[in-house]
């Protein structure tokens, strides 16, 4: 069986720029080329897009990940590429991998089999430099934070209560928590500081969010640096940072095209994570993919508690975007481990696991029809060890819920493994629907949060040490209309990633609440979860590698 990566370096891509000028009559001169493959879409492209209609919006999402593999953003190719297949005119939008994961525990994530994005070693490692702008455009806030330290300090600026780290995109738990500027009053102010990831930086958040370039620098100059020693916020624009840090991201928030397998058009733009930051790729290449096409295809992050719920309460939230349909991608194989089985066992038949599996599923599916108000179509995401009994039973139980559930072969087939997906969701996006927020904009933050908790994970309640409490309330005063971004483990409804199907009656511990006043959300850090990952025993780095006429194994 070939892998990934051996799919993707045999495809026959075709130049970009004749690509989008053939699907979408898109003028060579509204794209900036990066080689052959891929280019980044001028603003005064979309900006002249603003008086067109609004295509269908369809979200993809998953049921809780296991490594098992749930197959989400490969159903999410898979049916771009199969609504194209049969006639209709459909756009893919994607979040760009991050490093971190990919030499991690996670690999590759332009898709997998016959539904990948290509180039594929391109879009798993630096592709265009958006990334790389990113993280640079976070730390020269940092840097000039401390220069205004070392010289003199006229803003008092605490350096007990810094409010933003360092980024790198990549997996270091040894970047956590560090000391700085020792060595003598030459290297700056000794103090304590830390790194995040970058998908974690609120830069990225705020990419991904703004939708002009002029958006985009008020949003930087409202970013939270830190406190002075009376207590007065201190904002990057009181450091006069927010025009180069936008300077640094002028090409960064233009959207990039890639292709399929099968030669359709993708967009790939912003990468936030899921379990850490809002999951969704950027709203200006959703919004631009909107106007184009008549059906966009789009992922979000992860499982249904955190992805989906991310980008209606966040990303739709901000920028009146609104999913027409969605497609809930669950496997056998997960459902499984769901159910208790472990990993090496999966290959086996077990419907007795696949049963008790099944409430997590059931979980997320009703979480989307009741507390969303979204048409749903379940795509089984089919895999050769699946057995006959075992996807008659899920469709039977998918049935007795009142959904649809689709068994999809894209992985293996491409688009052609998708088709009866499309024809399902082509369905669905014109059933009468009303997206819902799960909270209103002006209830109190602890109410958002416990709305969350009670309401998608089944948890009894919420809870926070006494100091983490008041934080809470003082913030609630002040960003009462700010949505929440819940960072906790992916694999569990609850903080607890040993806590797999649908647990209930659980507590979610609330550690910390960040304030992204450049993003306008509050962070609200569960349990264990790190916004600094740290690389597994055996990382995924240690397959990759290099011949020498440059051709990457290894990827994924």
């Known amino acids: 069986m070939r892998s990934d990566i051996e799919i993707a370096q045999q495809a026959t891509m075709r130049p970009i720029v004749e690509l989008a000028g053939e699907k979408f009559d898109l003028d060579p001169i509204h794209l900036d080329p990066y080689g052959h493959y891929k280019a980044k879409l001028s603003l005064d492209y979309i900006q002249g897009l603003k008086d067109r209609p609004r295509g269908k919006l369809i979200l993809v999402t998953a049921i809780s990940p296991t490594p098992a593999g749930e197959g989400k953003t490969t159903t999410t190719v898979g049916l771009g590429d199969a609504l194209n297949r049969i006639g209709k005119q459909a756009l893919v939008c994607l979040r760009e991998p991050s490093l971190g994961p990919c030499f991690g525990i996670k690999g590759g994530a332009a898709g997998g089999g016959r539904a990948q994005v290509v180039p594929m070693e391109d879009i798993n490692l630096h592709f265009t430099g958006d990334f790389h702008a990113i993280g640079v455009a976070h730390n020269l806030l940092s840097a000039m934070a401390d220069n205004h330290i070392h010289h003199g300090n006229s803003l008092d600026l605490d350096v007990r209560q810094m409010a933003w780290k360092r980024v790198i995109d990549m997996n270091d738990r040894n970047l956590r928590h560090i000391l700085e500027g020792l060595g003598g ?29 002029g958006e985009l620098k ?5 970013v939270l640096v830190g406190h002075t020693r009376a207590g007065k916020p201190v904002f990057a624009r009181d450091l006069k940072a927010q025009g180069a840090m936008a300077a640094l991201l002028k090409d960064a928030i233009r959207p990039n095209l890639v292709q399929t397998l099968e030669n359709n058009l993708v967009f790939i733009h912003g990468g936030p994570f899921a379990n850490i930051a809002h999951g969704c790729n950027s709203a200006i290449a959703t919004k631009t993919a909107l106007k184009m096409a008549d059906y966009v295809v789009t992922e979000a992050g992860f499982g249904a508690d955190l992805g989906a719920e991310k980008f209606i309460d966040i990303k739709c939230r901000k920028t009146g975007l609104q999913p027409d349909a969605v497609v809930l991608v669950a496997t056998v194989r997960a459902l499984k481990m769901h159910g208790g089985v472990a990993k090496d066992a999966l290959q ?6 696949l049963e008790a599996g099944m409430v997590n599923l059931e979980r997320h599916l009703r979480n989307i029809r009741e507390h969303f108000g979204l048409s749903c179509v379940v795509a089984i995401n089919h895999f050769v060890s699946d057995t006959e009994a075992e996807i008659a039973l899920l469709q039977q139980r998918i ?5 649809k559930a689709v068994v999809c072969r894209h992985w293996a087939e491409g688009g052609a493994g998708a088709e009866e997906l499309a024809r399902e969701i082509l369905q669905a996006v014109d059933e009468p629907s009303q997206c819902r927020f799960l909270y209103p904009d002006d209830a109190p933050l602890w109410d958002k949060i416990e709305a969350i908790a009670t309401k998608l994970y089944g948890a009894a309640g919420i809870s926070a040490e006494p100091k983490v409490r008041q934080q809470v309330e003082r913030l609630s005063d002040e960003y009462r209309h700010y949505p929440v971004c819940i960072a906790k483990t992916q694999y569990s409804f609850a903080s607890d990633p040993e806590l797999r199907g649908a647990p209930e009656g659980h507590t979610l511990t609330i550690r910390e609440v960040r304030p992204a006043h450049g993003a306008e959300f509050l962070v609200v850090v569960c349990g264990n979860i790190m916004t600094m990952p740290g690389l597994p025993k055996q990382p995924a780095a240690e397959r990759i590698d290099i011949d020498e006429q440059g051709r990457i194994s290894g990827l994924f």
Do not use: T
């Open 185 to 213: 009053k030459i290297n700056g102010v000794p103090r304590e500081d830390g790194f995040d990831i970058v998908v974690a930086s609120e830069v990225m958040a705020i990419l991904c969010l703004a939708e002009s370039l």
């Open 399 to 403: 049935a007795a819920l009142g959904a």
């Open 218 to 222: 008020e949003r930087l100059g409202n």
């Open 348 to 353: 086996r038949e077990n419907l007795a696991a």
